[in-house]
């Protein structure tokens, strides 16, 4: 008895593909085991990443929802062991006692006028030193970009000392004057503006000193129109700075109608024996309002400028 021989079983995925031609061509195998491998190793590397991110988005919120609820609790609640997050008793005393007892609308304004001048100095200042270096070609242009760079290395309390004597013996103290001039050129904005005028097309400006522009007319018909990113970047950082300048305000300014927020929040919530935590919180609160309330409005600015100038 004849048993009749079988083809052996070939499976789906190697089996051969005929041509039009009639030529049979091995199929390629899928590794559909390979995919799902490599799919659940990137997976797992995008959840360490979110949950790293959301370690340090939570390290770095926690301090301010702190700061926040305290500002609405009481002395003794701020005190207690253990710590409590949400306030027992709700309470607006501490924001009274700034807006009554002491002279915030005061210091309120000296800190607006302060931050409004330093930053209007410095959108205008170093704008103009940033273009001359970029764009203007004079008799030591490197040695000055040179001096920029060395000083933006000196930290500020090296010309601390020199430059409080100086403002003393030209009789600015406790004057806006003194709070103001010493800060309306600073090295990290004229190097801001310089990187970013610096790729200008120089074909702009030739075009316009063509047509009879001088350089000021050049800088501020066709140069400062181009750089809005980067002088709302150059705004927010010198807002931020001189808005939470401290040392500087604390020692020029000798008296209580000169006050910046930073320094009448360290003098009225501290006493000599005791801090007012609760105070201390709200006034907090009060004080780094504004500087959200700036970059939320110019984030979208912020950004641009900083990635135009390749500051990272």
Sequence with gaps: MTIPETAPTIPRAQAARTTAGGTQVPASPPAPARRRRTGRRVSGRRALIYAALLVAVTATLLPFAWMLLGAF??????????????????????????????????????????????????????????????????????????????????????????????VSKLGMVSTYPALILPFLAAPMGVFLMRQFIAGIPDSLIEAARIDGAGELRTFLRIVMPLCGPPLATLGILTFLGSWNNFLWPLVVAQSEDMYTLPVALSLYSTGQNATDYGLLLAGSVLVITPIILLFVALQKYFIQGVAATGIK
């Design 73 to 166: 609790k009481t002395q003794g609640e701020l005190l207690r062991r253990p710590i409590t997050w949400w306030p027992e008793q709700p309470t607006l005393e501490n924001f009274v006692v700034w807006f009554t007892e002491l002279q915030i609308g005061t210091f309120f304004l000296n800190s607006v006028v302060v931050a409004v001048f330093t930053v209007l100095g410095n959108l205008l200042f170093c704008s103009m030193v940033g273009y001359a270096l970029a764009k203007m070609d004079f008799p030591g242009k490197r040695f000055l970009f040179l001096l920029v760079m060395v000083m933006l290395m000196v930290p500020g309390v090296v010309t601390f000392v020199p430059l409080f004597v100086l």
